[in-house]
């Protein structure tokens, strides 16, 4: 087994898996060169806090039980049920770990105190502190929420021309990203990941409709299996996290390691 020494996390608020009619060139790139799917199924309800708190937590709502209010206004401190940034931590002590988030409640109630350097802005300055981290610090895991994309799909609707257009904006932040990796010397031994967290429908978001339960999943890395087509859903990628970095996952975890992701 193959222990990666990064993984970079970078989940597309809102996006789904409305790539498919952009030009999302990040996207179908990471997707070709290792592994994905367009149909990974996200938690019910498909809300934001819900969602988000699966893919860092390893388990659905009803176990996490985070809501929007929750995270907006209450700390993480559930020491029973850590984040995957706490399991990180315990395998690797120094590890520098980093959360970058435009809808900071994620930082403030869902990533636990672990998170060695943390920030919130705009997507496009997020970008900028993004890059400048992992150039200076060369976190071993490193999340990103974006979170443009969802507030055109409340604006102007899902699968909008200016929902769309946000995904496509969004992608070239993710090659930033991509970018800063190799420029630091690290993306030969970095797992690197891009997906959403839900989709949408109408102006909303929240149901079970095909377009808000199915995000796109993309993963690639020296170890991911070329043009593997997986099955997993969003509480299954703590599981990546911690089988990449040679760590273990934490026995209350719901979350499997997708079959056929890895040599």
């Not at 809808?103 to 502190?129: C, K, S, Y």
Request: charged share 20%; proline share 5%; glycine share 10%.
């Amino acid at each position: 087994m193959y222990n990666y020494k990064h993984v970079i996390l970078v989940g597309i608020d809102g996006a789904g898996n409305f790539y498919r009619h952009t030009a999302a060139p990040t996207i179908r790139r990471v997707m070709a060169a290792g592994a994905g799917t367009d149909l990974c199924l996200t938690s019910l309800p498909s809300i934001s806090a819900e969602c988000w708190g699966s893919m860092l937590l390893g388990v659905y709502p009803d176990v996490h039980k985070l809501t929007n209010g929750i995270v907006s206004s209450t700390p993480y401190t559930n020491t029973e049920l850590p984040s995957v940034f706490t399991l990180i931590r315990k395998c690797h002590p120094d590890a520098k770990l980093a959360s970058f988030c435009n809808w900071n409640p994620i930082n403030f109630g869902i990533v636990d105190d672990a998170a060695t350097r943390q920030g919130t802005a705009h997507d496009e300055e997020l970008t900028d502190m993004i890059c400048d981290c992992i150039k200076a610090d060369q976190p071993e895991f490193l999340f990103v929420q974006f979170d443009s994309v969802d507030h055109m799909g409340h604006a102007h609707g899902y699968g909008s021309p200016e929902h769309l257009a946000q995904i496509d904006l969004c992608d070239g932040l993710a090659a930033r990203i991509y970018a800063a990796a190799e420029e630091a010397g690290i993306m030969e031994d970095t797992l690197f990941i891009l997906t959403a967290d839900h989709g949408g429908f109408d102006h909303g978001h929240g149901g079970d409709t095909d377009e808000e339960k199915y995000v796109f999943f993309a993963a690639t890395g020296k170890t991911v299996n070329k043009g593997a087509r997986i099955e997993l859903e969003v509480k299954d990628i703590p599981a990546i996290v911690a089988y990449a970095l040679g760590g273990e996952g934490n026995p209350t975890w719901q979350a499997k390691l997708p079959e056929g992701m890895f040599a």
